[in-house]
């Protein structure tokens, strides 16, 4: 397991694990249209059941959300027949005014006008309460949904193993919890209220239409077929540009990558041509997919219009021919073309839909997966408290492995007694920083045992465990807050006092004088306003306050300069005194003085012993402390 597993504080949960602000890069999802292809999900029906299942709370508030919305969509389809009726009475009173000797009272009716008017406007005010009105309650539902999804999510990352953890990158999880959550959301809002809207729309505009008149409805519905086989041709063709499209931005994006990160490597081996001819090639790619790709989606609208207007010139003309045969009136044929108008948008909306439910679908599958993965194994039932913690460590015949077919730690034996400072070394891979992952049960052993004053730690609950050690670990962590903040998070509530004498007795009070406003200065997300040093001096003064019983120092000293390694070592001789401290070093010169030294490799202590003992057998320890100081 790599060592930035760990964090300064005993009890830190592995939600602190991850970083605070994660940098983010390359092709992400954008709001708006739905372009090139869709993340598809593997199992779409089971997905939608599990969506449907976890949205049981709410059923009844989106049975109101989709009555609000049929609502508004009937009205809004009302809307071209009064528009319509409205015509039709302009009309009439136009023809008697032309005729006044047979109709020598009649006249523009402006009293039924006004009175078609107030109902349009009526018509349309309900129609913008009643959108209004789902739009606000599916905001606030999908909202709550979001919540409780990170809720749920926050919860499950603190009951998963650290094997988790190993497998999975930072930068996945954090996809999980933000970009697909947002997914899930922000499409089942869109989705589900335009695919009834769409759905009331489409069925409402064809009896609107059936009733106006059923000839030009079926010479309206026999040109859709026409657009779609069209739009169909038209997004197979383009949708392999698009797939390609994405490939090759992926690689044209790493390649940029690497050559920025590596820009020194590349220019002292004189590798810029290579990099040129191996950019042009991929860009080349890129170049020709992005413009077929565009060429060919361009070209859907434009074909889909006229498609549509020859529909619109069909209709008219065969409408006007039966509006001077009498079967049809002006208003409406004006309320049809509306209507013919109106058609084609929801069927495209529902075709968009699809697309939409899918990736919801492919999101919220990512969420579930997450949700369901396997826990870490439960508490004991009857846990037991250490009132008195003496610091005696016991490891009984441990045998673990990451995965049963790689055993990393082989019979390991050993007895540290309470108050001594014990150093691990050994090669890198040997298995040190995974005794430690033993010791803090991060991981549970295999075989054999490990105690504490000759408690079982699986006895122990894992939080009552992990406040018995305080760790100061090569890969500091600390969060976007004040130095006194930060100090502070090895023992909330603690009183400026008790954080300053930490900061003290840990060497690092004077530095942080030195620095604009002191305790109160702000670290940035990315800790770059403190040297590296300086920042190993503020995890220890997080130890110093935390007072644990127990110490565990893993290379806290191997990143930084040699003067700096010395007011870090003075710190932690102060506050490993009196304590059971263990200690992972590659530096052997900083445990000359340890106590115990053990001495690692392939996952079984080979020797142990104090240093000069050590030294005095000439074997394995011997030969790693020569090999360093031995010129």
Known sequence: MAENNFTSKSDISSTNLLPKKPKVGGVGMRGGKTRGLVEKPKDFKGTMRKLIKYLKPYYW???????????????????????????????????????????????????????????LVGVYLMEALFDYLQRWV???????????????????????????????????????VTNDVDTVSQNFNQGLTQLVTAVTSIVGILVMMVIINWQLTLVAVLILPA??????????????????????????????????????????????????????????????????????????????????????????????????KGKMTIGSIQAFLQYLNQFTRPIIQTANI??????????????????????????????????????????????????????????FNATINPGQKVAIVGPTGAGKTTIINLLMRFYDVNEGSIKIDGVDIRNLRRSDLRKLFAMVLQDTWLFAGTIEENIAYGKPGATHEEIVKAAQAAYADHFIRTLPKGYQMEIDADTDNISQGEKQLLTIARAML???PMLIFDEATSSVDTRTETFIQLAMDKLMTGRTSFIIAHRLSTIRNADLILVMRDGSIVEQGTHKELLAKNGFYASLYNSQFVR
């Open 61 to 119: 508030v989106i049975l109101l959300i989709l009555i609000f919305a049929i609502i508004s969509a009937i009205l809004h389809v009302i809307t071209p027949k009064i528009l319509g009726d409205i015509t039709n009475k302009i009309v009439t009173g136009v023809e008697s005014m032309k005729n006044r000797k047979a109709f020598p009272n009649k006249g523009i009716d402006f009293g039924a006008i006004w009175h078609l008017i107030e109902i």
């Open 138 to 176: 599916m905001a606030g539902m999908t909202q709550r949904v979001t919540f409780n999804f990170r809720k749920s999510i926050s919860l499950k990352i603190n009951k998963l193993p650290f094997s988790y953890f190993d497998k999975q990158s930072y930068g996945d999880i954090l996809s999980r």
């Open 227 to 324: 657009s779609f086989l069209l739009a169909n041709f038209i997004i197979k063709k383009s949708q392999k540009y698009f797939f390609n499209q994405q490939v090759y931005l992926g690689k044209i994006n790493g390649h940029i990558e690497e050559m920025f990160s590596g820009h020194i490597i590349v220019k002292a081996f004189n590798g810029e041509e290579q990099s040129i001819t191996t950019f042009r090639q991929i860009n080349n790619e890129l170049h020709e997919s992005v413009w077929k790709s565009h060429f060919f989606s361009g070209l859907l609208h434009p074909i889909l219009n006229f498609v549509e207007n020859l529909g619109f010139v069909i209709v008219s003309v065969l409408g006007g021919w039966l509006a001077i």
């Open 354 to 411: 699809s697309n939409v439910f899918q990736s919801t679908a492919a999101a919220a599958e990512r969420v579930f997966e997450f949700l369901e993965e396997k826990e870490e194994p439960s508490e004991t039932s009857q846990p037991v408290l250490l009132e008195k913690v003496y610091g005696k460590v016991e490891f009984i015949n441990v045998v673990f492995g990451y995965t049963p077919d790689r055993i990393v730690i082989k019979n």
């Open 546 to 548: 935390a007072n644990a």
